[in-house]
Nanobody
Framework: QVQLVESGGGLVQPGGSLRLSCAASGFTFSRFAMSWYRQAPGKERELIATITTDGGRTTYADSMKGRFTISRDNAKNTVYLQIDSLKPEDTAVYYC???????????WGQGTQVTVSS
């Protein structure tokens, strides 16, 4: 069955960095655009970034430009999110999403918690 498993979250001090991973299985990973979202307590889920099927193009939400980097390795069926200069307001559950818009397919992982605190 389809699975997206995020990992790499945890407790980090302000100014630190994290690399989140999302391992995919159960579908043809290379045919899906991949995205990262996050949801902070009491807030709606928000898009961070999207990467095309071949990794050739990335897009970022305006508020996320500069400290977030999305990448993928199709040989490993994995998408990554590098987060630098972490701030307390980055505290959230981070989710990966696999999507094929024309087929109306959208898969979600269970999320990984990132907590930024001193």
């Amino acid at each position: 069955q389809v699975q997206l498993v995020e990992s790499g979250g945890g407790l980090v001090q302000p100014g630190g960095s994290l690399r989140l991973s999302c391992a995919a299985s159960g579908f043809t990973f290379s045919r899906f655009a991949m995205s990262w979202y996050r949801q902070a307590p009491g807030k709606e889920r928000e898009l961070i970034a999207t990467i095309t099927t071949d990794g050739g193009r990335t897009t970022y939400a305006d508020s996320m430009k500069g400290r977030f980097t999305i990448s993928r390795d199709n040989a490993k069926n994995t998408v990554y999110l590098q987060i630098d200069s972490l701030k307390p307001e980055d505290t959230a559950v981070y989710y990966c999403n696999a999507g094929r818009v024309l087929l109306r397919l959208s898969y979600w992982g269970q999320g990984t918690q990132v907590t930024v605190s001193s």
